[in-house]
């Protein structure tokens, strides 16, 4: 079946390190999300690509750093310059245009990152 | 600012009674809106959408929402509540005017169902 897989589900960092949230689709999705969720606050948009080799900045990426090498894998890099990187993290895919699903978002089962 | 609000941060409804979900958005345009559910611990799973047309959508699991342009809103409902129905419900919208897909999110209603 298609969809994403985010991996680790579980991830514990010690401050000052870097960490890496992996993301694969197999839905041929060219465009790929990075969610952060913390309680009460909704989901925010921490960065996007569009197409392989191409991504931009959403709302809150400051302390983040992201990849584009394959259509199907998006990473996301937690540095340590993100002073709270507590939070759970949500990977997200979707078709864009005009095709039919186009902008409907289909989502990973998310990694909890734990800064001890 | 843009923003999209849910007002009720928690609400608790017995299982068979019906349940009503609010949503406001604050956007020139109408944008495309979306609701969403999370069960715990998961990712988010796609209930129901309005790009256009008729305002009363139909989704799965039972769920049915309207938009209503002149208050802003795209409420969620649901007839009879299920204890399956437990779980937390966001309310999206996508700005259209220079995005797709980035979506903007409400900050969550947790349902909790009683028996």
């Known amino acids: 079946d298609g969809g994403i897989t985010q991996s680790p589900k579980y991830l514990f960092r010690k401050e000052g390190q870097n960490v890496t949230l992996s993301c694969e689709q197999n839905?041929?999705?060219?465009?790929m999300y990075w969610y952060r969720q913390d309680p009460g606050q909704g989901l925010r948009l921490i960065y996007y690509?569009?197409?392989?080799?191409?991504?931009q900045k959403g709302d809150i990426a400051e302390g983040y750093s992201v990849s584009r090498e394959k259509k199907e894998s998006f990473p996301l890099t937690v540095t340590s310059a993100q002073k709270n990187p507590t939070a759970f993290y949500l990977c997200?895919?979707?078709?864009?245009?005009?095709?039919?699903?186009?902008?409907?978002?289909?989502f990973g089962a998310g990694s909890r990152l734990t800064v001890l | 600012a843009q923003s999209v609000t849910q007002p009720d941060i928690h609400i608790t409804v017995s299982e068979g009674a019906s349940l009503e979900l609010r949503c406001n958005y604050s956007?020139?345009?109408?944008?495309?809106l979306f609701w969403y559910v999370q069960s715990p611990g998961q990712g988010l799973q796609l209930l129901l959408k309005?790009?256009?047309?008729?305002?009363l959508v139909q989704g799965i699991k039972g769920f049915e929402a309207e938009f209503k342009r002149s208050q802003s809103s795209f409420n969620l409902r649901k007839p009879s509540v299920h204890w399956s129905d437990a779980a937390e419900y966001f309310c999206?919208?996508?700005?259209?005017?220079?995005?797709?897909?980035?979506?903007?999110f409400g900050a969550g209603t947790q349902v909790v169902v009683t028996p």
């Open positions: 997200a895919s979707s078709i864009i245009g005009t095709k039919s699903g186009a902008n409907v978002l289909t």
């Open positions: 839905l041929n999705h060219d465009a």
């Open positions: 690509s569009q197409i392989v080799n191409d991504f």
């Open positions: 956007y020139g345009a109408t944008p495309y």
């Open positions: 309005y790009f256009s047309g008729d305002t």
């Open positions: 999206a919208v996508d700005r259209r005017a220079d995005s797709w897909g980035k979506l903007q």
